[in-house]
């Protein structure tokens, strides 16, 4: 397991897939570790954004967490949905934009994420985010149940052809593309039709993250793995303030135990 580096980098891409959710591509600092999928990091924009009030970024304001979601030998890539003040800033941010990332955070070991077998991937929202790196896992096959509120917030095409071509999108209200429902009542069907073991990995939500647990707890067939998120400060295990009682009475620490957890771990 590789220390976690804190490095200054720069934006080399953005792209907008939905109302709401970039795309950001940025300059992968040299001798930054490989991060394990469900791994995270806290991201600080260091550049002012055009148009923002004073304060917003700069050495006053908090790193975020977010989800690695690719990598490369050149880059890594986050996948990051407007939820306040600093989510929403990175749509603004051009290329060469100064960025602080500290990463790998999070569990670092893949025995929990194996490609054996099937995988059923169950995004809500911006629970898209972590997929690209569990998607890269050698499994035999892969379908994504993919979910959001509107047709505006779901993500283009093209981005989702490249990370899962097989996949059911779904919007709350039926104004998307794929039609009327949720991923959870896709997951349902799926569970149905298991024939092998398979691994279901969720992450959105909580109410998402409930009814997948609930599902698969019903199936003994199917493994399911939660990407979990709350409130983070340090991000590296000291501060506590991830912590929380696991259902098996042990005390543990979202940030370096997780985010991915057994479901049968996590209390809904
Ligand atoms: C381990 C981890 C990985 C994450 N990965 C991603 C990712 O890949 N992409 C992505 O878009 N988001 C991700 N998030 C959520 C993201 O960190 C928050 O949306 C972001 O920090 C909000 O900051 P803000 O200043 O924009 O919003 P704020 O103004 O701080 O908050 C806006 C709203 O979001 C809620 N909120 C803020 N943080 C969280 C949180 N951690 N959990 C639940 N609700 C929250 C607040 O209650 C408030 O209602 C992740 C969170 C964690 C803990
Ligand atoms: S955020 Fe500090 S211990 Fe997890």
Do not use: W
């Not at 509120?149 to 899962?164: P, V």
């Amino acid at each position: 397991m590789s220390a976690p580096v804190i490095a200054e980098t720069r934006l080399s891409a953005a792209r907008v897939l939905s109302a709401g959710t970039v795309l950001i591509r940025l300059e992968r600092p040299e001798n930054f570790p490989d991060p394990f999928p469900g791994q995270f990091a806290k991201l600080k924009i260091l550049s002012a954004a055009p148009n923002l009030p004073p304060g917003l970024c700069g050495a006053g304001f908090l790193d975020r967490p977010f989800s690695f979601h690719a990598q490369t030998a050149d880059e890594l890539s986050f996948l990051i949905r407007e939820a306040g003040a600093v989510s929403g800033l990175f749509k603004s941010l051009s290329p060469g934009a100064k960025i602080r990332i500290t990463g790998p955070l999070g569990r670092a070991e893949d025995s929990l994420i194996k490609g054996r077998d099937p995988l059923i991937l169950v995004a809500g929202g911006a629970g898209l985010a972590p997929m690209g790196m569990i998607r890269r896992e050698n499994f035999p096959r892969v379908l994504l149940l993919y979910g959001e509120k509107t047709g505006e917030a779901q993500a283009d095409e093209g981005y989702l052809d490249s990370l899962a071509p097989d996949r059911i999108s779904l919007t709350e209200d039926g104004s998307g593309r794929g039609g009327k429902g949720l991923p959870t009542e896709a997951l349902s069907r799926a569970l149905e039709a298991l024939t092998t073991p398979a691994l279901v990995f969720a992450c959105g939500p909580p109410g998402l993250l409930r009814e997948c647990a609930r599902l698969c707890a019903e199936r003994p067939r199917a493994k399911c793995l939660i990407s979990a998120e709350t409130f983070l400060a340090c991000g590296l295990g000291v501060c506590l303030s991830c912590s929380f009682s696991a259902r098996d009475g042990s005390r543990r620490r979202l940030c370096v135990d997780g985010p991915v957890f057994p479901a049968e771990l996590l209390n809904f």
